[in-house]
């Protein structure tokens, strides 16, 4: 019942009326891509101040750092590739667009810069996606967003922004489906394990490849790491792994082994 009231605070601390006090709603999904909008453009959901009432407009997940990718897990087949533009992101707030090619004829070269992904995957991109998103709490974060023609997401990313670039698999565990991020360019080569549910992510069955937890840690949201690659600073995470060790969130209910 604590932890309960945890979550639910969290999520009212994210969700705010323009008079600046916290409004609190039904727990309900996140909205799936692509996203769903009513006839004439226009978003579901009761509008409320600043920021829309559609209890789908949340995202639920946890995040780990990876240090190998877990190939016995992985497919044969090429990962999705994503293309990432920003065009905000600061103090975990962004405004992203995000190109995807869902079944790419070739893999992503972890050493390509993002720009060169652009250009690589230009013919191949199926989806595109401008999102706007908020800070986390508590394994929550405000999102919303909007699909929009692939064509015209290519020629924004050429024309502005900051780009990130990464190879995304993905693979069901146990009860949950996971995807796990391998970062091109100036991000590589970190690999993030990623798990999302339609709910607050509690009693995990947690992989043995994910080494510790990022969920609350600013540094690995991809609006940080289009300002602050990885590179820059994986020598000083190591050296903070090797001191404090691994640390997984207590506030998420039972931690469990996976069973995979």
């Known amino acids: 019942m604590r ?4 979550l639910l605070t969290a999520a009212a601390m994210v969700r705010r009326s323009a008079t600046g006090m916290a409004t609190t709603t039904a727990w309900g ?3 799936r891509r692509p996203a769903v909008c009513l006839p004439g453009g226009r978003r579901s959901g009761r509008y409320v101040g600043h920021m829309t009432e559609a209890p789908e407009d949340f995202e639920y997940e946890r995040r780990f750092f990876v240090r190998d990718l877990p ?3 992985l497919g044969e087949e090429p990962p999705a590739v994503i293309v990432q533009t920003y065009f905000l992101a600061q103090d975990g707030y962004g405004l992203r667009l995000r190109l995807q090619a869902s079944a790419p004829r070739q ?3 972890p050493a390509s810069r993002a720009d060169d992904a652009l250009a690589q995957f230009a013919g191949e991109f199926d989806l595109c996606v401008l999102t706007a998103k908020g800070p ?3 394994g929550t974060r405000y999102e919303a967003e909007r699909e929009l023609d692939i064509g015209m997401g290519i020629e924004m990313s050429k024309r502005g922004g900051a780009t990130i670039a990464k190879s995304r698999y993905s693979v069901w565990l146990d009860e949950d489906g996971w995807v796990i991020d391998e970062f091109a360019g100036a991000n590589r080569p970190l690999i993030i394990a990623e798990c999302e549910r339609g709910g607050p992510v509690v009693d995990l069955r947690i992989p043995s490849f994910c ?3 990022v969920t609350e840690d600013p540094r690995f949201s991809n609006d940080a790491l289009v300002n602050a690659s990885y590179s820059a600073w994986a020598y000083r995470f190591e050296e903070e792994l090797a001191s ?3 640390r997984f969130a207590t506030d998420f209910g039972t931690n469990r082994q996976s069973l995979g």
């Open 29 to 31: 999904g996140r909205r």
């Open 211 to 213: 080494v510790t937890e």
């Open 244 to 246: 404090i060790g691994p």
């Open 107 to 109: 893999r992503l070269d």
């Open 136 to 138: 986390y709490v508590g």
């Open 71 to 73: 190939r016995a897990i």
């Open 3 to 6: 932890m309960r009231k945890q």
